[in-house]
Each structure stands twice: as C-alpha cells, then as structure tokens.
Nanobody, 115 residues
Framework: QVQLAESGGGLVQPGGSLTLSCAAS????????MGWYRQAPGKQRELVAS???????YYGDSVKGRFTISRDTAKNTVYLQMNSLKPEDTAVYSC?????????WGQGTQVTVSS
C-alpha cells in the first residue's frame, strides 16, 4: 500500500512563494511519475506540473516560468516550488503518484493567494 503525504500549503500574498511537498511511503512501488494537480472552486481539475522517472518535466502554460517541480529520490518526495504567486493560483493542490500498475492521490492541500 502506498500513501502520499502533502504539506506546504497556506495563505500567501500575491507575488509570494510557497513550496509544496508530496512524500510517498510504502514498499515495493516503482516510481513512474508524479503530477501536481489543482482544482479551484467551480473549475475543473488541471495538471499543473509533472515529473517522470526520467526527470522529464511538464508545466501547464499558466505556471511556466513561475513553478518548478523537482524530486528527491532518496526521500521519495516530490516538491513544487511556486514563485510569483497570483490570486488565480488559489486552489486545492493534490499530488498523484503513478506506478506501472496503479495511481495514488494525496489528500490535497489548500493554497490561497490573497492580500
């Protein structure tokens, strides 16, 4: 069984920064990739950024140049560094771990960008 623990959300002013973490625990899983998704009230969930086992990364157009996804293999943790935050970045952010046989979701963490 794989579990994901997210942390790092909170309230930040426009222009500020936050770093989200998603730590995977469990045994015997093979990391294929992980994505950070977000969902704002009344909107569809969208993929913000992802990273594969090859370290290939993807960023949504709305966050390119502002967000950075990275991975600490030893800690089984993926980070999402978010800079120059905007009010429209306000959402619940969730991580999704993909293995060759399954996919797992974290519980979500709220990010609110407001003055």
């Amino acid at each position: 069984q794989v579990q994901l623990a997210e942390s790092g959300g909170g309230l930040v002013q426009p222009g500020g920064s936050l770093t989200l973490s998603c730590a995977a625990s469990g045994s015997g899983f093979i990391f294929y990739g992980m994505g950070w998704y977000r969902q704002a009230p009344g909107k569809q969930r969208e993929l913000v950024a992802s990273i594969r086992s090859t370290s290939t990364t993807y960023y949504g157009d709305s966050v390119k140049g502002r967000f950075t996804i990275s991975r600490d293999t030893a800690k089984n943790t993926v980070y999402l560094q978010m800079n120059s935050l905007k009010p429209e970045d306000t959402a619940v952010y969730s991580c999704n771990l993909v293995t060759p046989t399954n996919a797992y979701w974290g519980q979500g963490t709220q990010v609110t960008v407001s003055s």
